[in-house]
């Protein structure tokens, strides 16, 4: 492949040119355009490569964009040429975070302290380290004695009011941001995180409000659309939602693909007679979800194609069986930061169109009422899989067979607050005659036996069945049981689409139900939907009786 230079500006010829390219750089970065910008400081950094300052802002927008080897390079030959740059601390401190190295970012922002002790923002990016590695109580008595030193910073009371809902919920903390945007009514963070909260507590409009002012503020900030995309989507004002939906990282990632393979990107033509390659995105998740419209739009065109994760391949295979299917993967070019959409097995240009399977409900369901009630499965797999899981089943002590899942794979602390420990399930599965079947991938023997040790309840873990990768045996099994319970996250998922009656215990409402308790397209999955004020423990308590009927009708 060769690279494409046309877009590269030509470097200053002398101060002049160098200063506009900089402050036009600058702007850029300030309205969080970081792939034009670095156009412009590119430019201008080869004509003076020993401004730090010009040289941090690159760095910046290299994070920004995900280019982190790059920057941790190049801001590592910054630091060496000058040590006591606190703008050089600052960065790095962030971008630690950003890669989950706490403690390292913690000891960025501590220098930022010590450089510039006067500066609220090292003390607010320090107790923002606190808060990502899970040190929440220490995070907020520390903004509890720094605040005082500098009671008038927005910046202060917009990480307090984050570390305060990360803690005891969105809800609690909206005095703090109200008090931040008090002092600041145009601190963009504040409000893109207030929206949310406001929603916890039924404030719909001032939500809306806030994300509006966020996005008025900001254009190219993308939360706050992608939140209003969400408030819509649950809603049911779906064309809305969809729209800015599409500011999701997807549509973004795939415009080199589309520079480089010259296909065009389908946006709703004409499917009659043409092909269609659709890749899956975002996490295996989202691309088991995004399989929701794969039937319908086998039905529009001539020939489909699906691009997925390796793991997902043998599945996709068996239940989708007028597709070619095969494993996505990526031609990176890490220097001018683009990675391209490939797929094993599958030659782009045999096909008409290409998209993104997020993009296909904007086509399809751009209305409400065209989205009909269906609980027929999605995801097939092998039918001698299913015979073997359901013998292997039989062999347990009872006949009731409830698969349980009780958190993400992603175990990072700001994420704790969206699952229940596994103690916490304790009320629905005590004093019951049922094989309760262990369906969490990753390591968490520990978690099971502790769980056993505490309540005396089972839960069944094939050790031979590998929970991560294999999703064809795994979903196999989930079509064996009678009900699955867990949070939002793939192994549900992959129940619910199987065909199996499954339970989403989520916190919050989930956008993809379309605000209903039953989604619509999805009649055997139902979502209980905790306030996200309200704590797991009591939660499960007061849904114990909905799982005690369902047990007791299964018995009859």
């Given at each position: 492949m060769t690279d494409q230079n046309t877009n590269?500006?030509?470097?200053p010829k002398n101060k002049t040119q160098f200063v506009k390219l900089l402050k036009k750089g600058q702007s850029l970065y300030k309205n969080q355009d970081y792939t034009e910008a670095l156009r412009y400081l590119t430019s201008a950094w080869q004509y003076d490569d020993s401004d730090h300052n010009l040289l941090t802002i690159v760095a910046d927008c290299l994070f920004k964009?995900?280019?982190?080897?790059?920057?941790?390079?190049?801001?590592?030959?910054?630091?060496?040429?000058?040590?006591?740059?606190?703008?050089?601390?600052?960065?790095?401190?962030?971008?630690?975070?950003?890669?989950?190295?706490?403690?390292?970012?913690?000891?960025?922002?501590?220098?930022?302290?010590?450089?510039?002790?006067?500066e609220a923002i090292g003390y607010s990016n320090y107790a923002s380290a606190l808060r990502e590695d899970g040190k929440i109580d220490e995070a907020i008595a520390y903004?509890?004695?720094?605040?005082?030193?500098?009671?008038?910073?927005?910046?202060?009371?917009?990480?307090?009011?984050?570390t305060v809902a990360f803690r005891d919920g969105p809800g609690e903390a909206i005095v703090f941001y109200e008090q931040c945007l008090q002092l600041n009514p145009q601190n963009v963070q504040a409000l893109n995180n207030i929206a949310p909260a406001y929603v916890s507590v039924g404030r719909i409009e001032d939500a809306e409000n806030a994300a509006n002012e966020?996005?008025?503020?900001?254009?190219?900030?993308?939360?706050?659309?992608?939140?209003?995309?969400?408030?819509?989507?649950?809603?049911?004002?779906?064309?809305?939602?969809?729209?800015?939906?599409?500011?999701?990282?997807?549509?973004?990632?795939?415009?080199?693909?589309?520079?480089?393979?010259?296909?065009?990107?389908?946006?709703?033509?004409?499917?009659?007679?043409?092909?269609?390659?659709?890749?899956?995105?975002?996490?295996?998740?989202?691309?088991?979800?995004?399989?929701?419209?794969?039937?319908?739009?086998?039905?529009?065109?001539e020939e489909v194609a699906f691009s997925c994760e390796e793991r997902l391949v043998d599945l996709f295979q068996s239940s989708f069986p007028y597709a070619k299917v095969g494993a996505t993967y990526y031609v990176v070019?890490?220097?001018?930061?683009?990675?391209?959409?490939?797929?094993?097995?599958?030659?782009?240009?045999?096909?008409?169109?290409?998209?993104?399977?997020?993009?296909?409900?904007?086509?399809?369901?751009?209305?409400?009422?065209?989205?009909?009630?269906?609980?027929?499965p999605i995801l097939k797999p092998n039918k001698q899989e299913i015979k073997k899981w359901k013998k292997r089943l039989e062999t347990l002590p009872q006949k009731i067979s409830v698969g349980i899942s009780w958190r993400s794979g992603n175990r990072k602390a700001k994420r704790s607050r969206n699952y229940a420990g596994l103690q916490e399930w304790e009320p629905i599965?005590?004093?019951?005659?049922?094989?309760?079947?262990?369906?969490?991938?990753?390591?968490?023997?520990?978690?099971?036996?502790?769980?056993?040790?505490?309540?005396?309840?089972?839960?069944h873990n094939f050790k031979d069945l590998d929970l991560k990768d294999d999703f064809a045996g795994t979903t196999a099994m989930m079509k064996s049981l009678d009900l699955v319970i867990g949070p939002s996250s793939s192994p549900i998922h992959q129940a619910a689409f199987a065909g199996?009656?499954?339970?989403?215990?989520?916190?919050?409402?989930?956008?993809?139900?379309?605000?209903?308790?039953?989604?619509?397209?999805?009649?055997?999955?139902?979502?209980?939907?905790?306030?996200?004020?309200?704590?797991?423990?009591d939660f499960m308590i007061e849904k114990a009786p909905e799982f005690e009927k369902w047990y007791q009708k299964k018995l009859k």
């Amino acid at each position: 492949m060769t690279d494409q230079n046309t877009n590269l500006i030509p470097p200053p010829k002398n101060k002049t040119q160098f200063v506009k390219l900089l402050k036009k750089g600058q702007s850029l970065y300030k309205n969080q355009d970081y792939t034009e910008a670095l156009r412009y400081l590119t430019s201008a950094w080869q004509y003076d490569d020993s401004d730090h300052n010009l040289l941090t802002i690159v760095a910046d927008c290299l994070f920004k964009k995900g280019n982190q080897t790059a920057a941790l390079n190049l801001m590592a030959h910054a630091l060496k040429r000058s040590p006591k740059d606190a703008n050089i601390c600052s960065v790095l401190g962030n971008a630690a975070l950003k890669m989950e190295f706490f403690d390292l970012a913690a000891k960025f922002h501590q220098k930022y302290i010590e450089l510039r002790p006067n500066e609220a923002i090292g003390y607010s990016n320090y107790a923002s380290a606190l808060r990502e590695d899970g040190k929440i109580d220490e995070a907020i008595a520390y903004l509890q004695d720094i605040i005082p030193i500098f009671p008038d910073n927005d910046l202060l009371w917009n990480t307090l009011a984050s570390t305060v809902a990360f803690r005891d919920g969105p809800g609690e903390a909206i005095v703090f941001y109200e008090q931040c945007l008090q002092l600041n009514p145009q601190n963009v963070q504040a409000l893109n995180n207030i929206a949310p909260a406001y929603v916890s507590v039924g404030r719909i409009e001032d939500a809306e409000n806030a994300a509006n002012e966020a996005i008025r503020l900001s254009p190219n900030l993308k939360d706050p659309k992608l939140f209003l995309s969400g408030l819509k989507l649950k809603a049911k004002k779906l064309k809305e939602g969809w729209e800015y939906y599409q500011l999701r990282p997807g549509p973004k990632e795939i415009k080199a693909t589309l520079q480089h393979n010259k296909v065009p990107y389908w946006h709703g033509e004409d499917l009659t007679g043409k092909k269609i390659l659709v890749y899956g995105e975002q996490g295996i998740g989202d691309e088991i979800l995004f399989t929701w419209l794969y039937d319908e739009l086998a039905n529009v065109a001539e020939e489909v194609a699906f691009s997925c994760e390796e793991r997902l391949v043998d599945l996709f295979q068996s239940s989708f069986p007028y597709a070619k299917v095969g494993a996505t993967y990526y031609v990176v070019n890490t220097e001018l930061d683009y990675r391209i959409f490939m797929t094993h097995g599958l030659n782009i240009s045999d096909y008409d169109y290409q998209c993104l399977a997020g993009d296909l409900p904007l086509h399809f369901w751009d209305d409400y009422d065209k989205i009909q009630p269906n609980s027929e499965p999605i995801l097939k797999p092998n039918k001698q899989e299913i015979k073997k899981w359901k013998k292997r089943l039989e062999t347990l002590p009872q006949k009731i067979s409830v698969g349980i899942s009780w958190r993400s794979g992603n175990r990072k602390a700001k994420r704790s607050r969206n699952y229940a420990g596994l103690q916490e399930w304790e009320p629905i599965m005590r004093d019951k005659k049922i094989n309760f079947i262990n369906i969490q991938y990753g390591d968490c023997a520990e978690e099971l036996a502790e769980f056993k040790a505490k309540t005396g309840i089972t839960i069944h873990n094939f050790k031979d069945l590998d929970l991560k990768d294999d999703f064809a045996g795994t979903t196999a099994m989930m079509k064996s049981l009678d009900l699955v319970i867990g949070p939002s996250s793939s192994p549900i998922h992959q129940a619910a689409f199987a065909g199996t009656k499954s339970w989403f215990f989520s916190n919050g409402h989930a956008w993809w139900s379309f605000g209903e308790e039953i989604p619509i397209w999805r009649q055997n999955a139902r979502i209980f939907a905790k306030n996200e004020n309200e704590n797991w423990s009591d939660f499960m308590i007061e849904k114990a009786p909905e799982f005690e009927k369902w047990y007791q009708k299964k018995l009859k």
